[in-house]
C-alpha cells in the first residue's frame, strides 16, 4: 500500500509519544524485533491481554525501524467517536463488524500480501494473562495469503494500570513460522485449525521463555 511519507511520519512520531510513557516511564522492553522481515507481507499474530498492546505493538517495531506502518483491524465501536475514530485510521487501524465483515476481510487480505498487520488470533481479551484457543479463520487467512507469520507474544501488560509508572512489560517476537507441510494440505477446515493451532503453540512457547 502506498503510504505516504506525511502520514509515516505522524505515525513514527505518535509511537514515540507512547514510547516515552511505555519503556520510560514505565519498563516495556522489546524482544527480537530482528525477526520481523523488513519487506513483504507480514502477520504479527499475537495473544491478547490488555488494551494497551494496539497501540505497544507498532512502538516496538517503530522504535527500530522508523517510517513503517503497521496495520490493525480494530472492532467498529471504537469508531464511533469521530475524533478517535479519525486518530484510530490514522494511525493504521480499520474497522471490523461483529461476526462475519466481508469488506474488512478483503482489507485484511490486500495488507497482508505486502503490509505488515497486527492480529489477535484469540479475538479477545483473556487478562488473567493465560493463553485461549486461536480462531480458524486466523488459520483460513494464513492458507489463502501466505504472509510471513511472526509469533508475538505479550506479557506483564494485563496488570498495568493507565496512569501508575515503573510497570514491567514485554513483548517478545519470535521467529517466522514454517507452514509448507500444511499448504500443501487441503484448503479445508481441518487444515485451517492446524494452521491457526500452529501459531498457538508458537505463542505458548515464546510464553514459556525464562525471563532474560
Same mark, same amino acid.
Given at each position: 500500500?502506498?503510504?505516504?511519507?506525511?502520514?509515516r511520519?505522524?505515525?513514527?512520531?505518535?509511537?514515540?509519544?507512547?514510547?516515552?510513557?511505555?519503556s520510560?516511564l514505565n519498563?516495556?522492553?522489546?524482544?527480537?524485533?530482528?525477526?520481523?522481515?523488513?519487506?513483504?507481507?507480514?502477520?504479527?499474530?499475537?495473544?491478547?491481554?490488555?488494551?494497551?498492546?494496539?497501540?505497544?505493538?507498532?512502538?516496538?517495531?517503530?522504535?527500530?525501524?522508523?517510517?513503517?506502518?503497521?496495520?490493525?483491524?480494530?472492532?467498529?465501536e471504537?469508531?464511533?467517536?469521530?475524533?478517535?475514530?479519525?486518530?484510530?485510521?490514522?494511525?493504521?487501524?480499520?474497522?471490523?463488524?461483529?461476526?462475519r465483515? /466481508?469488506?474488512?476481510?478483503? @482489507?485484511?487480505?490486500?495488507? +497482508?500480501?505486502? *503490509?505488515?498487520?497486527?492480529?489477535?488470533?484469540?479475538?479477545?481479551?483473556?487478562?488473567?494473562?493465560?493463553?485461549?484457543?486461536?480462531?480458524?479463520?486466523?488459520?483460513?487467512?494464513?492458507?489463502?495469503?501466505?504472509?510471513?507469520?511472526?509469533?508475538?507474544?505479550?506479557?506483564?501488560?494485563?496488570?498495568?494500570?493507565?496512569?501508575?509508572?515503573?510497570?514491567?512489560?514485554?513483548v517478545?517476537?519470535?521467529?517466522?513460522?514454517?507452514?509448507?507441510?500444511?499448504?500443501?494440505?487441503?484448503?479445508?477446515?481441518?487444515?485451517?485449525?492446524?494452521? /491457526?493451532?500452529?501459531?498457538? @503453540?508458537?505463542?505458548?512457547l +515464546?510464553?514459556? *521463555?525464562?525471563?532474560?
Amino acid at each position: 500500500m502506498n503510504t505516504s511519507l506525511l502520514r509515516r511520519i505522524w505515525v513514527t512520531f505518535s509511537a514515540y509519544v507512547i514510547g516515552f510513557y511505555a519503556s520510560l516511564l514505565n519498563r516495556f522492553q522489546t524482544i527480537g524485533w530482528q525477526n520481523i522481515p523488513e519487506n513483504g507481507g507480514t502477520l504479527l499474530a499475537s495473544n491478547h491481554i490488555s488494551e494497551f498492546e494496539t497501540v505497544f505493538l507498532p512502538w516496538a517495531l517503530i522504535r527500530h525501524r522508523p517510517l513503517q506502518m503497521v496495520w490493525a483491524p480494530a472492532k467498529e465501536e471504537l469508531f464511533r467517536n469521530r475524533f478517535l475514530g479519525a486518530l484510530f485510521r490514522s494511525w493504521g487501524a480499520f474497522p471490523v463488524k461483529r461476526g462475519r465483515d /466481508v469488506r474488512a476481510g478483503k @482489507t485484511l487480505n490486500e495488507l +497482508l500480501k505486502t *503490509e505488515k498487520v497486527m492480529l489477535f488470533p484469540e479475538g479477545t481479551r483473556n487478562r488473567d494473562g493465560k493463553l485461549g484457543r486461536g480462531n480458524r479463520g486466523v488459520g483460513k487467512l494464513i492458507y489463502d495469503v501466505r504472509p510471513h507469520v511472526i509469533p508475538t507474544a505479550m506479557s506483564g501488560l494485563n496488570t498495568w494500570k493507565a496512569f501508575n509508572w515503573g510497570q514491567q512489560g514485554k513483548v517478545t517476537f519470535g521467529a517466522p513460522i514454517d507452514f509448507s507441510d500444511l499448504f500443501e494440505l487441503e484448503d479445508c477446515k481441518e487444515t485451517h485449525i492446524l494452521i /491457526v493451532d500452529r501459531v498457538m @503453540t508458537s505463542i505458548g512457547l +515464546l510464553l514459556s *521463555e525464562p525471563e532474560q
